[in-house]
Each structure stands twice: as structure tokens, then as C-alpha cells.
Nanobody
Framework: QVQLVESGGGFVQAGGSLRLSCAVS????????LAWARQTPGKEREFVAS????????YYSDSVKGRFTIGRDNALNIVDLQMNSLKPEDTAVYYC???????????????WGQGTQVTVSS
């Protein structure tokens, strides 16, 4: 059974940092590209960052480029998202996702986690 379990969400003030992690099980982790996406109520889910199975290349949305960093640990089967200089508009539920296809900026991923809430106060 494939499972993606996000953790690390929470409440932070603007300008602060959070690190999200996603533990992946039930699939050959090293063969999967991974991504983070986010969603706020009433809006479509949007791409945040992705990373290929070898650790590169990586892709970022324009709104987070330079502030967020995606990484993966193929020994621990974890993908994380370091979020710095957080803004109130980063408030959302953040999801991790996995696919056998090469990483890109689309959201066509095969498996999704349940999400973790990030709230940034002004």
C-alpha cells in the first residue's frame, strides 16, 4: 500500500521558516519524482516544487523561487520542503506527491498525501 505522510506544518509569523517532510512508503522511492503542491479554500491546487528521482533537476513556481528548497533523502524515503521568508499568501494546505514520470511543473502525479496545514500570520 502506497503511503505519503506529510508533517511539519504549523503556525508561523511572516518572515519565519518551516520545514515540511513527507515520508513515503510502498513504492520504489528512488524511481519516483516527487513534488509539493498547495491549496487554499476555493482555489485550485497549485504546483510549488518538484524534484527528479536523481535529485536534479528541481523546479519551483515563480511565487516560491528563491525562498523554498525541495530535497530528498533516498536512504530514508523522505522528501522535504524548506520554506524561508514565509508570507501570509503562503498559507495553505501543503501536499506531497509522487510519480514515475520526470519531474515538471504540472500536477499530473500518481500518488498524493493527505496534506499538512501551514498558516503564516502577518
Amino acid at each position: 500500500q502506497v503511503q505519503l505522510v506529510e508533517s511539519g506544518g504549523g503556525f508561523v509569523q511572516a518572515g519565519g521558516s518551516l520545514r515540511l517532510s513527507c515520508a513515503v512508503s510502498g513504492l520504489p522511492f528512488k524511481r519516483y519524482s516527487l513534488a509539493w503542491a498547495r491549496q487554499t479554500p476555493g482555489k485550485e491546487r497549485e504546483f510549488v516544487a518538484s524534484i527528479n528521482w536523481l535529485g536534479s533537476p528541481t523546479y519551483y513556481s515563480d511565487s516560491v523561487k528563491g525562498r523554498f528548497t525541495i530535497g530528498r533523502d533516498n536512504a530514508l524515503n523522505i522528501v522535504d520542503l524548506q520554506m524561508n521568508s514565509l508570507k501570509p499568501e503562503d498559507t495553505a494546505v501543503y501536499y506531497c506527491a509522487a510519480t514515475t514520470r520526470p519531474a515538471d511543473k504540472n500536477l499530473n502525479y500518481d500518488y498524493w498525501g493527505q496534506g499538512t496545514q501551514v498558516t503564516v500570520s502577518s
